[in-house]
């Protein structure tokens, strides 16, 4: 298991964006020997910071022989793109930007067989995807190697017990600022009751900051130490304003799968003059929430419905613009109505100003009868606290996680663990709460924890801004989220009845 920050991923530095939450969860079996850092199944809260790698590592369920097998040949190259109107080398699978989208159903096994022919290594991340047993499957550094160039790799992953909305991306080289990225649909099993009726369209919603500078140039800045400017765009679906259209019938409602694959920058979402209905939670169905725009924050998922309840003689805006920035960006698509007349025109509408706060109360257990919601019945026996800082290393911007600043090893931790190859790495590397001061070391993060351990996680932002944490190939539960640091009197404030489980989660500033 890999718990990181989920935005700029490069070779030097991990760059998430993020107050004060926590977690809790279970330390899980290793996947090929015993091995005393690797596992953990969370349940949390989030906290404001930024940060680096921390790996854990999780743990997949074994193939059944009579689970469905879906079968996928993917081709990665580079290609033309012009998604800001301008030629760009864009990351392309199958020829397609953004790539195709996986579609499966609860327990199906999943078999990709991945060419990479570029010029550099390539791995691939299933984000939100639970790996059980095998987490050297999720393609990021430090559990797995990279594909060479001219070489293949077949991924092998069951979608055991797991329902909703989530997507893939490139974790190396900042493979991400160029493509390569695509959404991930599970349905549920025809005979297994979804809280809402069957919707009339399903569409997939990849939305995202964009640079309009070659991912290699952006890379060796990140190398060199240094800021990226603000982004050139949004993209929606991988076109800018009014590129992407979504075709509706009049009073029909659709499924809309929102994923922000960006680099930095959390996204409000909205429709002109229409609601949606809050439904799915990267896996867990929600109690249902009327909104009118939704904050997506990088790395996360959601499913909204909509229906098409407005005259039908004109299209509308479908909008994503960032936020807390200044300027703010904006992009738009088309809400088309099939039989409209007018176009979209005039100015989109205008996103939320203020802090957006969403009801993620769970609707019910999830399909695993294991992960109902009796976490809050089991006693924590480890509170990790994880403080973000940034500072300056050796004249280099650098970002840290309780004083320790990843850097990559030279062989993948999981192997250097199977193969029980010394020097690599050191257990309990990075401590369980942070140290006093601001002061900044280099090292392969890795934390121990034992087999089977409740584990609560704080997360404390100390930079000003949001930050974005995502657990590689599990998920865990939020418990709770408040501004300022945490005590043990936070705990009072903990749901521990009915919250989500999900794998990504944002820190206030």
Known sequence: ????????????LQYAQGKSSWLLGHCL??????????PCQLSGIASRGLGFVIPIICVVAIVSAEDPYRFFTWNVTYGDIYPLGVRQQGILINGQFPGPDIYSVTNDNIIINVHNNLDEPFLLSWNGVQQRKNSFEDGVYGTTCPIPPGKNFTYIMQMKDQIGSFYYFPSLAFHKAAGGFGGIRILSRPRIPVPFPEPAGD???????????????????????????????????????????????????????????????????????????LVEVEGTHTVQTTITSLDVHVGQSYSVLVTADQPADQDYYMVASTRFTSPVLITTAVFHYINSRKPVSGPPPPGPTDVQW????????????????HYG??????????????????????????????????????????????????????????????????????????YRTFVEIVFENREKIIQSWHLDGYSFFVVGMDGGSWTPNSRKEYNLVDTVSRSTIQQPV
């Open 1 to 12: 298991m890999d718990f990181r920050p989920n935005l700029m991923e490069s070779p030097t």
């Open 29 to 38: 079996k290793p996947t090929i020997t015993p091995s005393k850092y690797l």
């Open 203 to 277: 569409f997939t919603i990849l939305i995202g900051d964009w640079y309009k500078t070659n991912h290699k140039v952006l890379k060796a800045v990140l190398d060199q130490g240094k800021m990226l400017a603000l982004p050139d765009g949004v993209l929606i679906n991988g076109l800018g304003s009014n590129g992407a259209w979504f075709t509706v019938e009049p009073g029909k409602t659709y499924r809309l799968r929102i994923s922000n694959v960006g680099l930095r920058n959390t996204l409000n979402f909205r429709i002109q003059g229409h609601t949606m209905k």
């Open 358 to 373: 969403t009801n993620l109360t769970a609707s019910g257990p999830r399909p695993n009868p294991q992960g109902s919601y």
């Open 377 to 450: 019945q089991i006693n924590v026996s480890r509170t990790i606290r994880l403080s973000n800082i940034a500072g300056l290393v050796n004249g280099k911007q650098r970002y840290a996680i309780n004083g320790v600043s990843f850097v990559p090893a030279d062989t993948p931790l999981k192997l250097a663990d199977y193969y029980k190859i010394g020097g690599v790495f050191r257990v309990g590397s990075i401590p369980d709460s942070p140290p006093r001061g601001r002061s900044i070391r280099l090292d392969a993060s890795v934390m121990g924890a034992d």
